[in-house]
């Protein structure tokens, strides 16, 4: 597997703009926007807690895009079947890293606010569900034997991407205390117009943030699979010399 | 033969191997009754209150009694490599996969008939809403629980702790299909809500799955 030479500088210049826009957000979120009217200064928790729960739900989509890839390149092109597998393991983890960090900031906020660390309404439910999910879809990974992980995972990952809608469907029905969407939860919904730089700066640098990880895991992963090949293929040659 | 006839041979061998030993059913029927002991015990539950809380309790009864016959399920495959011989036969193998889990649902739906008399006795139990109900919700649910878990089951085979593998997939994943049982039942109990709305919710969950397992059972079968 040969490497770019562009890769590594691309990486370093996106890690510092993602730094910059993170702490730019960060003045933005906590020092210029507005105090908010009924709760104060806990509400500059939504400026975190937002985007990483909308961000947790975009992750997903890319795990199960490369699990389907997965099982289509599998018997025709396993050298590309290992890159979406790469991606499907770096998304999953990415996933369960923004989905905690959405649960953990919705339950300070929760604690502030409603006066409990949690209740079970239906987006919180559905949140620890999707989190439930990955963490166990990370568990095969973590248990399978080597030779088939990936193809176990993949499908799995089917199961679970089918099973998201239902499980928000079903606990709709179940629970209906989260406050409705701020956006296009009906007439009263959405923001002020001066609380929007700060949101949109966060929801950017978090998103930066989040493909950052996602490209290092990657490059981590790609690796990992590169020495695997390296000792496969030694293990093999050396059986070979033996057999002379 | 044709795929039915595939369907129907691996469903009469696994009965009859049951038949045999009664492995699983006497495992699974024991252990339940246990778990409906060891429940009532711990709520000492008036009439009022064990219709609210036995529709949760028969589920997750038989759901920890699935999880043991559903980890046996497929050894008896492992064992003198039959797993292999199914690999290169010409059956589909998605007709195994089926045989296999109408089996292991015949198998819940035998402990279930046994225990539910129990359970009527124990927490005292008439149905206040549509008793006819459950001979619709406890088939779904059944099969929702067997179906998932044989699958998962199958995928688990070669891992290690796969008996501790199977719940941990299997559980998150039924989730909405555990709700929506819970409900049904305990809609039927108390007759406070319509148990529709859940029933619908099975039908679905079961056709979605259902579907999925057959067609992805031969990439978890030859996945090596």
């Known amino acids: 597997m040969q490497r770019s030479r562009i890769l590594g500088p691309v990486g370093v210049v996106w890690f510092l703009l993602t730094i910059g826009v993170i702490a730019y957000a960060t003045r933005l979120a906590l020092l210029i926007a507005p105090t908010e009217a009924t709760m104060g200064n806990v509400q500059r928790i939504f400026y975190y807690h937002v985007p990483t729960s909308m961000l947790s739900l975009l992750f997903p989509y890319v795990n199960f895009a490369a699990s389907l890839c997965y099982l289509y390149w599998r018997r025709r092109d396993p050298l590309k079947a290992l890159t979406a597998d790469a991606w499907a393991i770096t998304s999953a983890e990415v996933t369960v890293v923004y989905a905690s960090i959405c649960l953990w900031t919705g339950m300070l906020w929760g604690r502030a606010a409603w006066g409990i660390w949690w209740t079970w309404d239906a ?118 010399e033996l057999a002379k | 033969m044709n795929y039915f006839g595939h369907v129907f041979c691996h469903l009469r061998k696994d009965l009859q191997l049951e038949w045999r030993s009664r492995d699983s059913i006497n495992g699974m029927l024991f252990f339940s009754l246990l778990v409906v002991v060891v429940f009532s015990l711990a709520f000492d539950p008036t009439a009022a209150m064990s219709r609210q809380i036995a529709g949760g309790i028969l589920w997750v009864a038989l759901l920890f009694a699935s999880i043991t016959a559903l980890n046996q399920a497929w050894t008896r495959e492992q064992r003198n490599r039959v797993l292999d011989a199914h690999r290169m036969s010409p059956a589909p193998p998605s007709a195994l996969f089926l045989g296999k889990a109408l089996a292991n649902f015949l198998f819940v739906a035998l402990v279930e008939a046994v225990l539910a008399p129990l359970f009527i006795v124990f927490y005292n139990l008439h149905a206040l809403g549509q008793g006819w109900l459950f001979a619709v919700v406890m088939p779904l649910g059944t099969w929702a629980l067997v179906c998932n878990g044989t699958f998962f089951a199958a995928l688990g085979l070669r891992t290690r702790n796969r008996e501790l593998l199977l719940p941990l997939i299997l559980f998150p994943i039924s989730i909405p299909a555990l709700l929506g049982m819970m409900q049904a039942t305990t809609a039927i109990l108390t007759g406070e809500f319509e148990p529709g709305l859940w029933i619908r919710l099975l039908i679905a969950y079961n056709i979605a799955f259902t579907t999925v397992c057959l067609l992805l059972f031969e990439t978890i079968l030859n996945a090596e």
């Open chain 1, 123 to 240: 987006r919180l439910t559905s949140m620890l569900l999707l989190w439930l999910l990955y963490v166990s879809y990370l568990m095969l990974r973590k248990l399978s034997s080597t030779g088939q992980t990936h193809t176990l995972a993949a499908v799995l990952s089917v199961f679970a991407a089918i099973d998201v809608p239902i499980v928000y469907m079903s606990i709709q029905w179940w629970r209906t205390q989260h406050p409705a969407p701020v956006f296009g939860g009906g007439p009263d919904s959405g923001l002020d117009k001066s609380m929007y730089p700060a949101f949109i700066f966060n929801i950017v640098g978090w998103a930066m943030w989040g493909i950052l990880l996602l490209c290092f895991r990657y490059a981590l992963e790609r690796r990992r699979q590169a020495r695997e090949q390296d000792a496969a293929l030694k293990a093999i040659e050396a059986s070979l």
